[in-house]
């Protein structure tokens, strides 16, 4: 299996990612947005496998290394996986951001955010808590019970990483 370099956009997708079980001192780098994540690919693992979790932003310009991605799978749990033809880097995209994703997954996992959070979580607040440099044990742990109640897009995420890892796309 290649070494593999994942790049967080945020710190909340680098909770997850060492949650689903990576190591955050030898595989995580937390990112400073999309742009970095794409900088990072470009300059840093050009010849590494490098697999980042970004949003998709769809309001934002997008720089000329993201336009090159292509998606390989049809879309899974609102989610894109895609692959830059020229390096062996991978994008695992969430539609929108990742704040409504959750949201509209716990849709599906029906946590009640009260049993953990003082206030209704929108996209808004989530974003705010996302961006600190702690996020909450709260936040967490309504995130964690999100990932329990309703496993399978989590799974995807790492299935598309093992699959990248063994060369099988």
Not at 103 to 119: D, H, P, Q
Not at 124 to 134: A, D, T
């Amino acid at each position: 299996m290649a070494d593999t370099f994942l790049l967080a956009e945020c710190n909340i997708e680098r909770e997850l990612l060492i949650h689903l079980g990576f190591s955050f001192k030898t595989d995580i780098e937390k990112a400073n947005g999309k742009a970095d994540v794409m900088t990072r690919m470009k300059c840093n693992y050009r010849n590494r496998l490098a697999i980042g979790l970004v949003d998709e932003d769809p309001n934002k310009i997008k720089s000329k290394d993201y336009a090159r991605f292509s998606r390989l799978f049809d879309p899974a749990y609102k989610m894109h996986f895609k692959k830059d033809p020229n390096a062996n880097h991978f994008l695992i995209e969430f539609y929108d951001e990742f704040e409504p994703w959750i949201l509209e997954i716990n849709k599906k996992a029906k946590v009640e955010a009260s049993r953990f959070l003082r206030e209704t979580p929108t996209p808004r607040r989530l974003h705010e808590m996302n961006q600190s440099p702690k996020i909450s044990n709260n936040y967490l742990k309504f995130y964690w019970e999100i990932v329990k109640q309703y496993p399978a897009p989590f799974n995807q995420i790492k299935e598309w990483i093992k699959r990248a890892q063994e060369g099988r796309l």
